[in-house]
């Protein structure tokens, strides 16, 4: 907190990233609130999902996508993403999960 009582973050470096926490079933995508009345959005891991993820991150503007996977999941995410044009980062799922507090594929990709 500062001095005025406000609350005190970390800068924005990028108000135009998502966060998605990749699972061997699920996709779970999260905006920034100000992008979309739905923030977070959970998507299949077929490709026709993740296309549709892909769409929805392009059209309200999305440039940038950090991603936390275990396991070999990430990569057709990562291909279909960078075909759309987005830059993708790829994060070690082990250093996100030592975050303390978060429990949930929702809690990981808004963290991302």
């Known amino acids: 907190m500062s001095k005025s009582g406000k ?5 924005i ?9 990749i699972g061997s079933r699920i996709q779970v995508a999260s905006v920034p609130p100000e992008l979309s009345d739905d923030p977070v959005r959970t998507f299949q891991s077929f490709t026709a999902d993740i296309e549709q993820m892909a769409n929805w991150l392009v059209s309200i503007g999305i ?3 950090a991603m936390e ?4 999941y ?3 995410v990562y291909e279909i ?3 759309h044009g987005l830059t993708v980062v790829l994060a070690n799922a082990r250093d996100c ?3 303390p507090g978060r429990k949930s594929d929702v809690n990981d990709a808004q963290w991302c």
Not at 13 to 21: E, F, L, M
């Open 74 to 76: 990430w990569i057709p």
């Open 7 to 11: 609350l005190i973050g970390l800068p």
């Open 13 to 21: 470096v990028n108000a135009r990233a998502a966060g998605i926490d």
């Open 69 to 72: 996977s275990t396991g070999v």
């Open 97 to 99: 999960k030592a975050v």
């Open 63 to 65: 440039t940038t996508v």
């Open 81 to 83: 993403l960078e075909a």
